[in-house]
């Protein structure tokens, strides 16, 4: 079974800098999805970025961006510049790339609560 | 756009009691998925649904079931509600790699 872990319950960063924020997961898998998804406080969860295992270029979405280590199953998110809005938690998940029944479903880890400091 | 919705954003229960959490997509999505959502454990999966009438168990079925009658409405049943079941419900749907999700049930059961 596929396990994904965010070892950062909790970051801070200052208006205007740069966060990382950490994710790794385990699998045996050679070909899947990885996500980053944003959950505002009492808003809905939206996607952020996305990331095929097959694709060796990291995907980019205005100020977020990731760094996908295939070999260490490492899947960090940059967000730059970052501002107010940014303020949320943020869950990495993990989803298949089979689309057998039950291979759909996500994977996520325990989340971080990301806070922005004006 | 999307639109998940959920019958209610809060709702409390008290112990014993049957409850329906109901789910309702507009994007004609075969996929749709129930998740609970505590602190420290991040999501995980109730059931999920593939078609009408089709249902499949998440890694944590037990204490629910789900209903799957119209392709739009997904609806999760708590049978005898426990406080252990208190906790953010949500439903999302798809049709391929991303999920859309509702704004979220906070159930509380007393």
């Known amino acids: 079974a596929q396990t994904v872990t965010q070892s950062q319950p909790e970051m801070s960063v200052q208006e205007a800098e740069t966060v990382t924020l950490s994710c790794t997961y385990d699998t045996s898998e050679s070909d899947y999805y990885l996500f980053w998804y944003k959950q505002p406080p009492s808003r809905q969860m939206i996607l952020v970025i996305r990331q095929e295992a097959y694709k060796q270029q990291n995907a980019t979405e205005n100020r977020f961006s990731v760094n996908f280590q295939k070999a260490a199953k490492s899947f960090s998110l940059k967000i730059s510049d970052s501002q107010l809005g940014d303020a949320a938690m943020y869950f990495c998940a993990y989803r298949s790339h089979y689309s057998i029944q039950g291979a759909q479903k996500l994977v996520f880890g325990q989340g971080t609560r990301l806070t922005i400091n004006p | 756009d999307v639109k998940v919705t959920q019958s209610s954003r809060y709702l409390v229960k008290r112990t014993g009691e049957k409850v329906f959490l109901e789910c309702v997509q507009d994007?004609?999505?075969?996929?749709m998925f129930w998740y609970r959502q505590d602190p420290g454990l991040g999501l995980r999966l109730i059931y999920f649904s593939y078609d009408v009438k089709m249902k499949e168990k998440g890694d944590i079925p037990e204490g629910y079931s789900v209903s799957r009658e119209k392709k739009e409405r997904f609806s999760l049943i708590l049978e005898s509600a426990s406080t252990n079941q208190t906790s953010m419900y949500l439903c999302?749907?798809?049709?391929?790699?991303?999920?859309?999700f509702g704004p979220g049930t906070r159930l509380t059961v007393t």
């Open positions: 999302a749907s798809s049709f391929s790699y991303e999920q859309y």
């Open positions: 994007m004609d999505h075969e996929n």
